[in-house]
């Protein structure tokens, strides 16, 4: 599948490609082991599927404010609308759970918002969608391998009925994000 190739290059581009000076610690995405234990813990997946989601409420509302595009905007403003949403329902279901996700980002989604904060508006457009693909592409590995492979309970149903929209999302940013 083409896909990954072009995520790998656009994620590169983004974590690392010049935008601005980080360290590798922060600018690494999960390992395999990472997203593996993600998948089968409610804690970790919790974790790493919030800072996710806020990552791509907070650089889609920098796009409303940055975006000079329509297209762009009106991605940015259904992402906002739609993870928002995701974001209650994760944690209604991560409290059935015992798991109370932290508020912060992840230190990869961190770096990658203050990539894109630093950036002038006629370069925001391809860095945001390019940041939008990859984290939609993580997102669906995630959230599929938890439906798959995490514990029954709440958290699990979240992220079996929240993959079809996050694939959904993947599919509508691809031909947003090709230059």
Known sequence: MK?????????????????????????????????????????????????????????SELALELSQSDAVRAFAEKMVGDHRAAGERMTAAAGEEGVTPVEALMPDHQSQLDNLSGLAPAEFDAAYLAAQLAAHVEAVTLFEGYANQGPEGALKTFAAETLPKLQEHRAEVEPLAQP
């Not at 234990?37 to 409610?42: E, F, H, I, L, S």
């Open 3 to 59: 896909l990954i190739p072009i995520t790998t290059v656009l994620a590169a581009l983004v974590l690392g490609g010049g935008l601005a000076a980080q360290t590798a610690e922060d600018a690494a995405p999960p390992s395999a082991e990472e997203m593996q234990a993600a998948m089968t813990t409610p804690a970790a997946f919790a974790e790493r599927a919030a800072s996710a989601n806020r990552f791509e409420i907070q650089s």
